[in-house]
């Protein structure tokens, strides 16, 4: 409980970071509202909606990844150079403003009649525009915070995050039943223009940016790409935690997506029954990783550590109870991985913020999401590859068994660059907490 009285603290008592959230937190339950008013409108390949994670067969899930995070990961590493090089807070409120606009007629046009091509470009339009805000606001979250509370800022906009965007799904799903998607869509359009109306409170969310023209910026934003890709490159602490984040997501991605696959064989169609035993499982394993991350964290050396411990915890999880194919093993399966993913990913978030400045953090973070993208093309591609008879148990803890493999060789990089030494940032950070 002491992790979420700090929590409410720093809410409250840092405005811009408490307002900061509130951008995160409105956008995310404006896609929840907008995602789950939309999943049952648009068809894709037979498939209803683009749940990478409810998708029916291996080769649903390929291609939905391939449409959805592509056009995205080329966009990315540009959009990283427009946070680093704009200004945040115009940034903010143009991509939630612009959402709104776009929604709102949608939604005033109707969704059954504007056509699917419009839909799922709005459908891409709400994803694109939130990995926007999620890259900012972690971009950002150094200039609203002391150094000390990083940790628990990161905490705060995980477990916030999550669960905005899970009861505006939920809204969304009750809501279906008794209004049109229309009225539902409309309201996600207002959520995004409240996620606007904070954004334009905020005051300090990054150093000032020199006044320039767009001309001028694009011509120089391959070079500020490289120039990004360099800094992170001379930082082990930066580049470690990007390429560690990529793995746990690569294992998140893959582990999700074949459980639902052998949950539907061992369940039916019972969605409700599959949601109790592997989301519900997950999202306790979450929140129990938000109220212990301060005291684990004490009890670290340093923030790497967790984060390896962390990972550990999720890999072992995956490859003990991976390998049984039985609805309380996929509970205990999808809790370990929440447990270790939700710790692991705020320490990241924090170590990323550390290891650069101000003027780097923007494009970092773009990184992020190239990692986020490409690790659910690579789980859909090594499903497809093992094909739809053969999504079982042992499949499941051989990811799982790969994911320790790799978080080794993760490890002996730490070690080598002096991550795990309570040295520099991370001694300070220690000290800070103990």
């Given at each position: 409980m002491?992790?979420?009285?700090?929590?409410?603290?720093?809410?409250?008592?840092?405005?811009?970071?408490?307002?900061?959230?509130?951008?995160?937190?409105?956008?995310?339950?404006?896609?929840?509202?907008?995602?789950?008013?939309?999943?049952?409108?648009?068809?894709?390949?037979?498939?209803?909606?683009?749940?990478?994670?409810?998708?029916?067969?291996?080769?649903?899930?390929l291609?939905?990844?391939?449409?959805i995070?592509?056009?995205?990961?080329?966009?990315?590493?540009?959009?990283?150079?427009?946070?680093?090089?704009?200004?945040?807070?115009?940034?903010?409120?143009?991509?939630?403003?612009?959402?709104?606009?776009v929604?709102?007629?949608?939604?005033?046009?109707?969704?059954?009649?504007?056509?699917?091509?419009?839909?799922?470009?709005?459908?891409?339009?709400?994803?694109?525009?939130?990995?926007?805000?999620?890259?900012?606001?972690?971009?950002?979250?150094?200039?609203?915070?002391?150094?000390?509370?990083?940790?628990?800022?990161?905490?705060?906009?995980?477990?916030?995050?999550?669960?905005?965007?899970?009861?505006?799904?939920?809204?969304?799903?009750?809501?279906?039943?008794?209004?049109?998607?229309?009225?539902?869509?409309?309201?996600?359009?207002?959520?995004?223009?409240?996620?606007?109306?904070?954004?334009?409170?905020?005051?300090?969310?990054?150093?000032p940016?020199?006044?320039?023209?767009?001309?001028r910026?694009?011509?120089?934003?391959?070079?500020?790409?490289?120039?990004?890709?360099?800094?992170?490159?001379?930082?082990?602490?930066?580049?470690?935690?990007?390429?560690?984040?990529?793995?746990?997501?690569?294992?998140?991605?893959?582990?999700?997506?074949?459980?639902?696959?052998?949950?539907?064989?061992?369940?039916?169609?019972?969605?409700?029954?599959?949601?109790?035993?592997?989301?519900?499982?997950?999202?306790?394993?979450?929140?129990?990783?938000?109220?212990?991350?301060?005291?684990?964290?004490?009890?670290m050396?340093?923030?790497?550590?967790?984060?390896?411990?962390?990972?550990?915890?999720?890999?072992?999880?995956?490859?003990?109870?991976?390998?049984?194919?039985?609805?309380f093993?996929?509970?205990?399966?999808t809790?370990?991985?929440?447990?270790?993913?939700?710790?692991?990913?705020?320490?990241?978030?924090?170590?990323?913020?550390?290891?650069?400045?101000?003027?780097?953090?923007?494009?970092?973070?773009?990184?992020?999401?190239?990692?986020?993208?490409?690790?659910w093309?690579?789980?859909?591609?090594?499903?497809?590859?093992?094909?739809?008879?053969?999504?079982?148990?042992?499949?499941?803890?051989?990811?799982?068994?790969?994911?320790?493999?790799?978080?080794?060789?993760?490890?002996?990089?730490?070690?080598?660059?002096?991550?795990?030494?309570?040295?520099?940032?991370?001694?300070?950070?220690?000290?800070?907490?103990?």
């Open positions: 002491d992790m979420i009285k700090r929590g409410l603290n720093l809410l409250v008592k840092r405005p811009d970071f408490g307002k900061l959230m509130g951008v995160q937190f409105s956008a995310q339950a404006a896609d929840g509202l907008v995602q789950g008013a939309l999943a049952a409108v648009i068809a894709f390949g037979g498939q209803k909606g683009f749940d990478l994670e409810g998708a029916k067969d291996p080769e649903d899930i291609r939905i990844a391939l449409y995070f592509i056009p995205y990961t080329i966009l990315s590493p540009f959009l990283g150079v427009v946070i680093d090089r704009w200004d945040r807070r115009r940034l903010l409120i143009f991509v939630n403003a612009l959402r709104f606009v929604l709102l007629l949608i939604g005033v046009v109707g969704v059954s009649d504007i056509g699917e091509a419009p839909l799922f470009l709005a459908f891409l339009l709400t994803l694109m525009c939130t990995r926007v805000v999620l890259a900012t606001k972690a971009a950002a979250m150094p200039e609203t915070l002391e150094d000390n509370t990083l940790h628990e800022g990161n905490a705060v906009s995980q477990l916030g995050g999550a669960l905005f965007q899970l009861g505006g799904t939920g809204v969304a799903l009750v809501g279906k039943a008794v209004i049109d998607s229309d009225i539902i869509v409309i309201a996600g359009a207002l959520v995004y223009a409240v996620g606007a109306a904070f954004a334009w409170t905020l005051r300090r969310v990054g150093e940016r020199p006044e320039t023209t767009f001309g910026e694009l011509a120089r934003v391959v070079g500020n790409i490289i120039d990004g890709l360099r800094e992170v490159g001379r930082r082990p602490k930066a580049g470690a935690s990007i390429a560690t984040y990529f793995w746990l997501r690569l294992l998140w991605s893959f582990t999700l997506a074949a459980v639902g696959l052998v949950a539907r064989e061992l369940l039916g169609d019972d969605d409700l029954l599959l949601a109790a035993l592997t989301g519900g499982a997950g999202a306790i394993g979450a929140v129990l990783g938000f109220i212990l991350a301060h005291r684990l964290l004490e009890r050396r340093t923030t790497a550590h967790l984060v390896l411990a962390a990972s550990a915890v999720a890999g072992a999880g995956v490859t003990v109870f991976g390998w049984f194919e039985k609805g093993t996929l509970a205990a399966l809790f370990c991985l929440g447990f270790g993913f939700f710790l692991a990913k705020i320490s990241l978030d924090t170590m990323v913020q550390q290891a650069l400045g101000d003027d780097f953090r923007g494009r970092a973070f773009s990184l992020y999401d190239i990692a986020y993208n490409l690790a093309v690579l789980a859909a591609g090594a499903l497809k590859i093992a094909g739809s008879d053969n999504i079982d148990g042992p499949l499941i803890a051989g990811g799982g068994i790969v994911f320790l493999i790799g978080l080794a060789a993760l490890r002996a990089w730490y070690r080598k660059a002096g991550l795990l030494a309570p040295t520099g940032d991370s001694a300070r950070t220690a000290s800070s907490h103990g």
